[in-house]
């Protein structure tokens, strides 16, 4: 009986141990040598971010997130501080797609949709003049509540992905900013949008590989050569 009870102990030791050890691996090296669904956001260091600033007076960073989905391509999202009590996340997201820049204009329905889920109850107005950054022009919207002090805005960048060092299959670099803030003027709530530009690594892969039509390569054999680096160290 005795050695019953001693064997079904090591049994149980064992087994705890591969649980606790499998919990604590990384998820890269838990993951099957071929993907066959999308990657789920992952966070990775901002030294390693597609975004760069034009100015030392950086905002505050909460994380750098990635991710990939059949919908959207590549996409990288910078979190940024958000000091109001409003709900939601301040962020930089870009998105690198296949489809072109036609297929990506921003419609009043789109942005309708769009607003009543970043800004619920909040007065939403588009301002009527374009604005330039680092990269060009962009638009933005201005959303505030009544009474309130806080305010935020939302702009939208779609860039011809021939500007910058990616495969030509890349058709399109869709850029998103979100930004709350108490007592500031839209132009300083801006800022780091405008101060915004972005870095990347040149892709030894074509598009195809990156964004293949069916299937999904192997994430591991990419993030090890690096294909979604912005090269920056």
Sequence with gaps: MRSVKMRYTKIFLFVSFCLTACATQPVQDVLPENITAPIDWYDID????????????????????????????????????????????????????????????????????LFAVEFPRMTVQISETTRENKLGAYRYAVAVRPAYSEKCVYAWQIL??????????????????????????????????????????????SAAQIFPQQGWFDFQQCFQEGCFSSGKN
Excluded at 164 to 191: E, G, H, Q, W
Aim: with cysteine; hydrophobic share 35%; aromatic share 10%.
């Design 46 to 113: 901002f030294t390693d971010s597609w975004v760069t600033f034009s100015t030392d007076n950086l905002p505050r960073l909460i994380a750098v997130q990635r991710h990939r989905s059949e919908e959207k391509g590549a996409e990288e999202k910078v979190i940024l501080s958000n000091e109001t009590y409003l709900a939601g996340e301040n962020y930089l997201s870009t998105n690198l797609s296949v489809a072109s820049p036609q297929a990506h204009r921003v419609t009043a329905d789109a942005l309708e949709a």
């Design 160 to 205: 011809p992905a021939q500007q910058f060092d990616l495969p030509s299959d890349i058709k399109t670099v869709d850029r998103r900013y979100r930004y709350c803030a108490n007592d500031r003027d839209v132009s300083a709530m801006l800022y780091y949008f405008d101060q915004s530009h972005l870095e990347f690594q040149e892709m030894q892969r």
